[in-house]
């Protein structure tokens, strides 16, 4: 058995035996939940975005359970991410989209996976690749429809249709999708969403003018799945949403039914009382009000935790929350437990699921609350979770290969 999988393997429970510090603790079960949530509102295909290691959660085993809960696409950023959802032996259908103009395309092409183009330097490059396998290249083109990030815009937008159609006649490629991403998806009602899909249905005009047939048309992400049918079309690419988060920022985040699939969670490795008027942690920033015991956790913003939580973030510890004091440091930060019966060893929710909705009684943190005191969004307090923070799985749908 793998380091730190044994033991009570419940999110809020003791932590297993062994040498880890901290652990992550994946419930796979509410991953196909959310999956299964998200499609019966969506009502479309679903691509599941496991890119970032799964937002931290472990992007093949967060793969595995959520094909088989009915997603029938991967989405990642890089053709590394891409190939190790292949050398995991899950042969699903992978988008990869991002990629130097000088990437080596012919692994890619080699292992089947569909490669996000944006530009006609990426187009000729993998092309070029595809004749030299002698295998065409599955390709998605992206249209830039106001992000202003990746994908072709204004008149180059017409260029690389052309270009694609023509490598299409030629055989060196496959047109699978045409696909953009919108800004404020997360801001229902949006004037800017009825602009954007009016581009990309602009942009898909030309595509289709040019001679394209694409099988798949995709443009919505977690929000606009959940939000705004007119994003919809065939495919729509799940990324916080999955991991049971709301895309709608404060909102509530069970607005859909959805759970969260990640608890981090530690123990108590130090206690100490103190008197009124103790400094804690570098420059003292914190000083006890009143005598008080200190419990120290080794977990720090090398592990995730913000530094800019300082003074907002809190602990679910000896049943009920309890708030961090003084500076976060890279490896541990303090704890003030007040007159609660706590003991070393003690396990500690940094956050977890949360209360259920209207339920009036206190639970731990979760990571919408840890974003909003750090002063960011969940995606990067999941994604923050250090590489020595253990990730344990616990059981959900069975393994797709």
């Known amino acids: 058995m793998t380091p730190g999988t044994r033991g009570r393997r419940t999110p809020t429970g003791v932590i297993d035996e062994g040498a880890q510090l901290a652990e992550a603790v994946i419930d796979l079960a509410a991953i196909a939940e959310n999956i299964r949530t998200i499609a019966a509102v969506a009502r479309t295909g679903l691509m599941a975005v496991v890119k970032a290691d799964g937002f931290g959660h472990g992007a093949v085993p967060v793969a595995r359970a959520a094909l088989g809960a009915g997603a029938t696409w991967l989405g990642v950023t890089s053709a590394t991410e891409a190939l190790?959802?292949?050398?995991?032996?899950?042969?699903?259908?992978?988008?990869?989209?991002?990629?130097?103009?000088d990437e080596d395309f012919t692994r890619l092409i080699a292992a089947d996976v569909d490669i996000a183009v944006s530009t006609l330097t990426h187009l000729r490059a993998i092309a070029d690749a595809a004749t030299d396998l002698g295998v065409p290249a599955a390709v998605q083109l992206?249209?830039?429809?106001?992000?202003?990030?990746n994908g072709a815009n204004g008149d180059d937008w017409p260029e690389l249709v052309a270009w694609a159609r023509k490598h299409e006649k030629e055989g060196s490629v496959q047109v699978h999708g045409v696909w953009s991403h919108l800004t404020n998806a997360d801001v229902p009602g949006c004037p800017s969403?009825?602009?954007?899909?009016?581009?990309?249905?602009?942009?898909?005009?030309?595509?289709?003018?040019a001679g394209l047939d694409p099988e798949i048309v995709h443009l919505a992400n977690s929000a606009a799945a959940l939000a705004t049918p007119e994003t919809r079309f065939d495919l729509c690419r799940i990324g916080l949403a999955m991991y049971g988060i709301s895309p709608f920022g404060a909102a509530d985040p069970r607005r859909f039914g959805l759970r969260p699939a990640m608890t981090l969670r530690s123990r108590v490795i130090n206690l100490k009382r103190v008197p009124a008027g103790t400094g804690v942690s570098y420059g003292a920033d914190h000083v006890t009000n009143r005598p008080t015991t200190l419990a120290l956790l080794p977990l720090g913003y090398a592990d995730g935790l913000s530094r800019t939580a300082e003074g907002r973030a809190w602990v679910w510890l000896a049943g009920r929350r309890c708030p961090i004091v003084g500076r976060i440091a890279m490896d541990q930060c303090v704890v003030d437990v007040g007159d609660l019966p706590v003991a070393l060893g003690d396990p500690v929710v940094v956050f977890g699921p949360g209360a259920e909705p209207g339920s009036p009684e206190p639970a731990e943190p979760t990571a919408t609350e840890?974003?909003?005191?750090?002063?960011?969004?969940?995606?990067?307090?999941?994604?923050?979770?250090?590489?020595?923070?253990?990730?344990?799985?616990?059981?959900?749908e069975a393994d797709t290969p």
Not at 84 to 98: E, K, T
Not at 193 to 208: K, P
Not at 375 to 384: A, K, N, R, S, Y
């Open 142 to 149: 992206k249209a830039d429809v106001g992000l202003s990030r």
């Open 193 to 209: 969403i009825v602009r954007q899909v009016s581009t990309f249905r602009e942009a898909l005009r030309i595509a289709r003018d």
């Open 370 to 396: 840890w974003a909003q005191w750090a002063g960011t969004i969940p995606h990067e307090v999941l994604t923050g979770i250090g590489a020595r923070v253990a990730r344990v799985h616990l059981p959900g």
């Open 84 to 101: 190790a959802l292949r050398s995991a032996g899950i042969d699903a259908p992978v988008l990869s989209w991002l990629h130097r103009p």
